[in-house]
């Protein structure tokens, strides 16, 4: 029993919190029936009537699965509708929680769309939520949010100073990859989310972030600490600043001195830009 309570701890540690099915599967008994000699089929007479060739009858045809949902131009196109047709932050909040043509919506436990003030200057964007951040329905609350927290305070920001808000707004199975098919369905809506904030300054929290903002095809270690600009559908441009992501300098501690030059790179820009 002890070894099972392990084993799900250690699971629910790496993220696997979502079956593949709703219904457990007994693999014993699978095994044990494929094991099992199978019955001789009786021979089949050929019918010379519907096969005059005489060659092998062709096996019937399989029966086709359904197919998952994925985005279609249709869909993409809704999406499309869907934010344009917002007019504020909580409508569009309403529009996305409505929205059923992303697959991340089924297996998620919450949408997380956004954290902070939405009236502040500055607009820091993630990728997808975490585990943490799926569970509460807000950004940046885990390990790597406590980090963030203290990069804002050290730029002299907190959460009352910043918006918050992530590309993809439902956490991925397992914290698995957004797939392309995905952050294209879901870009219209995070796109009007910045023309709706208008922030003075974007920071992109990692790479996927950058690319997001800013349609680079550098790593993020090429993209730090080099200002890029975000054209929004209205024609407004918002400096960008791709730093490196809380996750990733949770894991690579010599790296925070190149994101400790990005925030003050930051502060200084937004100094200028609001005095």
Not at 153 to 158: E, F, K, N, Q, T
Not at 164 to 189: D, M, Y
Not at 215 to 234: D, F, P, Q, V, Y
Not at 245 to 252: C, E, I, Q, S
């Amino acid at each position: 029993m002890a070894d099972i309570r392990e084993l799900l701890h250690f699971f629910a540690e790496a993220g696997v919190d979502t079956p593949l099915v709703d219904v457990p599967v007994d693999r014993f008994s699978q095994a044990a029936a494929r094991r099992a000699p199978a019955a001789a089929p009786a021979p089949r007479i050929p019918d010379p009537q519907s096969n005059p060739e005489g060659t092998a009858a062709r096996p019937p045809a399989p029966t086709t699965l359904a197919k998952a949902s994925v985005p279609d131009d249709a869909k993409i196109a809704m999406a499309r509708q869907l934010a344009s047709s917002a007019a504020t932050l909580e409508e569009l909040r309403e529009q996305l929680a409505a929205f059923d043509g992303c697959n991340l919506k089924f297996t998620a436990k919450n949408l997380v769309f956004a954290d902070g003030n939405p009236a502040a200057p500055i607009m820091f964007v993630g990728e997808a939520p975490g585990r943490e951040e799926d569970l509460e329905g807000v950004p940046f609350i885990g390990r790597s949010g406590q980090l963030l927290d203290r990069m804002f305070a050290s730029i002299g920001l907190d959460r009352t100073s910043v918006y918050i808000a992530n590309s993809i707004p439902w956490r991925p199975p397992g914290n698995r990859t957004p797939t392309p098919l995905e952050t294209e369905i879901c870009r219209p809506f995070f796109e009007r989310q910045i023309e709706l904030a208008n922030p003075k300054l974007l920071v992109a929290l990692g790479g996927p972030a950058a690319k997001a903002l800013t349609n680079a095809t550098e790593g993020i270690l090429r993209l730090r600490g080099n200002w890029k600009t975000h054209l929004t559908a209205s024609g407004i441009q918002i400096p960008v600043m791709p730093t490196l992501h809380p996750a990733y300098l949770l894991r690579n501690p010599a790296q925070k001195r190149f994101a400790w030059r990005d925030f003050v790179n930051v502060k200084l820009r937004l100094r200028a830009l609001t005095d």
